[in-house]
């Protein structure tokens, strides 16, 4: 039952924003999701390395069992977005994101209207995927990169739970094992500028020539060799984007030989995008992912070729790198890139996956404040094949569905705009606020919505680095 309303104005910092969500969660019906505005001017920047294979796992730990929070109801008046009433204490369990969903509780993928989310099960560690789990995970996602095999035995009944379902087997599109080194004259190797062979900085990878004949055979053999021994519906392949080209990612820069200078990242790509086009049209139909298109800075100076040669690609590092300060946000420029690289890649056909990690030091109420502001940005720009991942732990299992992904706020009935230094997304049930500036912002709805507690507001202020979502 909604409230009486008593103010024309809310307070939306993180407190008010975690208290809300506690309760409601929130999402949008994925089926329907439009394109939003045309893409803004292209940024240049050097991708994100927190990725990297050679950086250290740092433990991702709340300050406490429990955080205090500030104001936990709407306040009346203009008053400074961190401004508070009372404390709160709200125990983990309870926060944004709620408590991952289990087997028990999983709804049949579609059946509720949500946002279309993937999970990178692939990047999980030591953990064994039961048939309940594969279940839920069927439930929950439409997409799952996963290693070969983990989800093998439970197929069939995945694909029953949800039809949409597809299971893409990981492997490495430019690193080699050094299981396989043997296999390969040395001309298939990528060699930095004093001809020695390029280790992955954390990893016992070695970095190949991706325009080499032998080694671009190698892949197509490769996943056609995985795809009938797991029998999963496509293959994805990892560092196909220009991460190698980052300072500290690899032990060198690799040359390109036709040049005898560094790769440029045009250069790269072109290689790139040409071994998954062959690989693409080996194993056809069956199909080709790939990651990571970095973030929207890199997507529009680099990386979108990529998706010329791909049915679909993630973007590892949307709005943030996993190791960054949990305190990095990015420039309202960077920020906006990253919504007009979904808008961009809404006009392709093809799957367009974000992940946003925190897997850093950080308190659950900043980690939260993260969820939410990427989930608020990530839904400014969906399209029809956008799909969203949110992890908070490195290591572990990655397969974490979370409440606030399943309230339904209608789909968009506009593209998003800006309204001041706050930019918004008309839906047919709300409207999603992000505010991606330093310095917090009051916002003039229009019109009476509701917070969802149930609270009626006709202006709402957004702390910095914020999102927001309101219903009718």
């Given at each position: ?311 679909g690609a993630s973007v590892e590092t949307f ?107 008309d839906f047919t049930g709300g409207k999603v ?40």
């Amino acid at each position: 039952m909604r409230k009486v309303p008593t103010t024309v104005s809310a307070i939306v910092g993180t407190a008010l924003l975690l208290t809300v969500v506690i309760q409601h969660g929130f999402a949008t019906d994925g089926t329907d999701l439009a394109a939003g505005l045309a893409s803004g001017s292209a940024t240049t920047a050097a991708g994100d390395a927190s990725s990297t294979p050679a950086a250290a796992p740092e433990a991702s730990t709340s300050s406490s069992p429990s955080a205090t929070h500030g104001a936990t109801s709407v306040q009346t008046g203009a008053a400074h977005p961190s401004a508070s009433s009372s404390a709160h204490t709200a125990s983990p369990a309870k926060r944004i994101a709620g408590p991952a969903t289990t087997a028990s509780t999983a709804t049949t993928a579609g059946t509720s209207p949500s946002a279309k989310v993937w999970t990178a099960e692939y990047m999980s560690r030591n953990t064994t995927v039961t048939r309940a789990q594969a279940l839920a995970d069927a439930s929950h996602f439409d997409r799952i990169f996963a290693h070969k095999g983990d989800y093998t035995p439970f197929l069939a009944d995945m694909h029953a739970v949800n039809p949409r379902l597809k299971v893409i087997a990981y492997f490495n599109g430019t690193f080699a094992r050094s299981s396989e080194l043997a296999a390969f004259a040395e001309s298939s190797f990528a060699h930095d500028a004093q001809g020695r062979r390029i280790r992955s900085g954390g990893w016992d990878l070695y970095l190949m020539n991706p325009a080499d004949a032998a080694w671009r055979n190698s892949r197509v053999k490769l996943c056609l060799a995985m795809l009938a021994e797991s029998g999963y519906d496509a293959c994805g392949a990892d560092n196909v984007g220009t991460a190698v080209l980052l300072p500290g990612y690899v032990s060198g820069l690799p040359i390109n030989p036709a040049t005898n200078k560094v790769y440029t990242s045009d250069e790269w790509v072109t290689a790139t995008s040409a071994l998954c086009i062959q690989i693409r049209s080996g194993i056809s139909p069956r199909a080709l992912y790939g990651n990571s298109l970095g973030n929207g800075s890199v997507y529009f100076a680099s990386t979108r070729r990529l998706l010329n040669a791909l049915d679909g690609a993630s973007v590892e590092t949307f709005l943030r790198g996993g190791r960054e300060s949990i305190t990095s946000y990015p420039t309202v420029k960077g920020w906006k890139a990253n919504v007009d690289m979904l808008v961009d890649a809404a006009t392709t056909s093809k799957d367009i996956m974000t992940a946003t990690k925190v897997w850093t030091t950080g308190t659950q109420a900043q980690k939260d404040q993260w969820h939410l502001f990427a989930y608020s940005t990530y839904l400014l720009g969906a399209g029809p094949n956008s799909r969203f991942w949110f992890s908070y732990v490195e290591g572990g299992a990655q397969n974490a569905y979370y409440s606030l992904w399943s309230t339904a706020i209608g789909a968009p009935s506009a593209g998003y705009v800006a309204m001041g230094s706050v930019f918004g997304r008309d839906f047919t049930g709300g409207k999603v606020l992000v505010n991606p500036d330093k310095v917090g912002h009051t916002v003039s709805l229009g019109g009476t919505y509701h917070t969802l507690d149930g609270v009626a507001v006709t202006s709402v202020t957004l702390a910095p680095h914020t999102g927001l979502l309101l219903t009718f």
